[in-house]
């Protein structure tokens, strides 16, 4: 079946730790994003990438990092440089601009 | 820069009827709905292009104003199963068409009691 999968779907790091999320997709989309979700909140774009080898910054970046090396898979970097790690994270892929996003089913994040 | 949703939040009886609205202050290309219950990932419901073009579920219906940037959803006769926090993402149009990104509301927080 074809999907988005994300691990782990609970992670816990302590304070000043770097962690990374996995993203992987085998619908062979061309997009793929990460957002993430605080309690109460809305989705809010982190990174996307449009094409492998390329990416670009949402509207909170800072602190985090991501690759593209393959279509398949998008892992974030959460860096002891995001003061508030703590979140709901999603990953997303559409094949383009026309289409719905997929997601996948997230990972929560708990920074002690 | 965020679309703003309203209301924030509505309490149904099943069998009941219910509009949720989408306000963005940029021009848009697309809007898309989807929903989230809790501590799941979002469902897409419907996406709504600029030209009239409107894809989805069959149960679901939307509207989308392009002059005034807005959109709206039906839900009708809700069910219990229609419970969740229902988010509209909104697409602008960028150098060379549209692009890919979204911009999410806030959200609207639907309960409906049996």
């Known amino acids: 079946d074809g999907g988005i999968t994300q691990s782990p779907k609970y992670l816990f790091r302590k304070e000043g730790q770097n962690v990374t999320l996995s993203c992987e997709q085998n619908?062979?989309?061309?997009?793929m994003y990460w957002y993430r979700q605080d309690p109460g909140q809305g989705l809010r774009l982190i990174y996307y990438?449009?094409?492998?080898?390329?990416?670009q910054k949402g509207d909170i970046a800072e602190g985090y990092s991501v690759s593209r090396e393959k279509k398949e898979s998008f892992p974030l970097t959460v860096t002891s440089a995001q003061k508030n790690p703590t979140a709901f994270y999603l990953c997303?892929?559409?094949?383009?601009?026309?289409?719905?996003?997929?997601f996948g089913p997230g990972t929560r994040l708990t920074v002690l | 820069q965020q679309p703003v949703q309203s209301p924030q939040a509505v309490i149904l009886r099943e069998g009941e009827d219910a509009v949720i609205n989408c306000s963005s202050s940029?021009?848009?290309?697309?809007v898309h709905w989807y929903r989230q219950k809790h501590g799941e990932a979002p469902v897409f419901l419907m996406i709504?292009?600029?030209?009239?073009e409107q894809k989805g579920h069959e149960k679901i219906s939307a509207s989308f104003n392009e002059k005034k940037q807005q959109s709206s959803l039906y839900l009708t006769a809700s069910q219990l199963s229609y419970s969740g926090t229902y988010f509209c993402?909104?697409?602008?149009?960028?150098?060379?068409?549209?692009?890919?990104?979204?911009?999410f509301g806030t959200g609207t927080l639907l309960a409906v009691q049996p």
């Open positions: 997303a892929s559409t094949p383009t601009a026309y289409n719905e996003q997929f």
């Open positions: 619908l062979n989309h061309d997009a």
């Open positions: 990438s449009q094409i492998v080898n390329d990416f």
């Open positions: 940029k021009a848009l290309y697309s």
């Open positions: 709504l292009l600029k030209g009239g």
């Open positions: 993402g909104t697409g602008t149009l960028g150098y060379g068409g549209a692009t890919n990104k979204l911009i």
